[in-house]
C-alpha cells in the first residue's frame, strides 16, 4: 500500500507523552483482517486512555514498519519504541495484531515474539486480550477478497486504486478459508493460555461505538477521562458500492 500521504497514526506526532515504565496495563486487541479493527482501535486510542492499540509488529514490506523486514535490530528498537511512546498515560499499552504477523514473527525474529509475548501477556492472571470479530461472515470474505484484488485498503487508496475488481466467487471462498484458518490460530493460542477474552463484534461497534469502547474499559479496569481525550488520524469507512454488488452476485452464486 502506497500510503506515504496518508496520515496512518504510525507518525512521531501523534505519540504520546514518553513513558519511561513498564506499561502497567497491556493488552492485545486480536483479530484478523477486513474485520474493522482500524476504525476499532482509533476509537480506543482516542480516548487517550486505552494506549494507541496499532500493529507494532508489523514488518510487512508494504506496511508501517516496511523498512525493517529483514533488521531483527531495528524490530526491536521499533517495538521499544513503541512501548515507550505508545502507552497512555495512565500506563495503558495495546498491542494490535493478526495471526500471520505473530507466524512471521516466530519464522524471522523468535527472541522478539518472546519478548513481546512476556510483556504483552504477562500470566493468565494478569493477561488481557480484546477479539474483534464479524458476525457477517460473507460479509467479511468479500471485504477481504475485494482489498486482495484491488490493493486498496484504506478510503483514502479508492481514488488511485485499480478500480473495482470482477467479482470472483473463488476469492471470496479462499479469504472465508484464510479467516477461518486465522481464527482457528486465535483459538489455538488463547487455549494454551488458558484466557477466555474479551470478545467484541464489529457490528456491535459500528451501532454503538461507545458502548463497545467503555466495555473495553471496564475489561481493563481503566476510568475513560473525558478530558484525556487525544487528537489523532481520522478513520474514513471505504465505499459500500462495490461490496453490495459483490454481495448480490455472491448470493446468485450460492447454492
Avoid at 496520515?7 to 505519540?15: A, I, K, S
Amino acid at each position: 500500500m502506497d500510503l506515504n500521504r496518508v496520515d496512518t497514526g504510525y507518525e512521531p506526532r501523534f505519540d504520546f507523552p514518553a513513558h519511561d515504565r513498564v506499561p502497567e496495563r497491556p493488552y492485545l486487541l486480536a483479530t484478523v483482517p477486513r474485520s474493522g479493527s482500524t476504525f476499532f482501535s482509533h476509537l480506543l486510542w482516542r480516548t487517550g486512555c486505552l494506549g494507541a492499540p496499532l500493529e507494532y509488529l508489523n514488518f510487512d514490506p508494504d506496511g508501517p514498519y516496511g523498512h525493517a523486514n529483514a533488521s531483527p535490530a531495528e524490530q526491536h528498537r521499533l517495538w521499544q519504541s513503541a512501548l515507550r511512546h505508545r502507552t497512555s498515560p495512565n500506563g495503558v499499552f495495546g498491542l494490535k495484531g493478526f495471526p500471520l504477523q505473530f507466524e512471521a514473527l516466530q519464522q524471522d525474529n523468535p527472541p522478539l515474539l518472546v519478548q513481546v509475548l512476556r510483556e504483552v501477556l504477562r500470566s493468565r492472571e494478569a493477561s488481557r486480550i480484546v477479539y474483534l470479530r464479524r458476525r457477517d461472515r460473507t460479509a467479511h470474505a468479500i471485504s477481504y477478497a475485494r482489498a486482495i484484488l484491488s490493493g486498496v485498503w484504506r478510503k483514502e487508496q479508492e481514488d488511485a486504486g485499480s478500480g473495482e475488481p470482477d467479482y470472483s466467487a473463488i476469492a471470496v471462498e479462499r479469504t472465508a478459508r484464510m479467516i477461518d484458518q486465522q481464527e482457528e490460530s486465535w483459538a489455538a493460542m488463547f487455549a494454551d493460555l488458558r484466557i477466555t477474552p474479551l470478545t467484541i463484534w464489529y457490528e456491535d461497534v459500528v451501532a454503538k461505538p461507545d458502548t463497545a469502547v467503555a466495555d473495553v474499559a471496564s475489561y481493563l479496569g481503566v476510568r475513560l477521562d473525558p478530558s484525556a481525550v487525544v487528537e489523532i488520524p481520522s478513520i474514513d469507512r471505504q465505499s459500500q458500492e462495490g461490496a453490495s454488488d459483490w454481495a448480490a452476485k455472491h448470493d446468485g452464486h450460492s447454492p
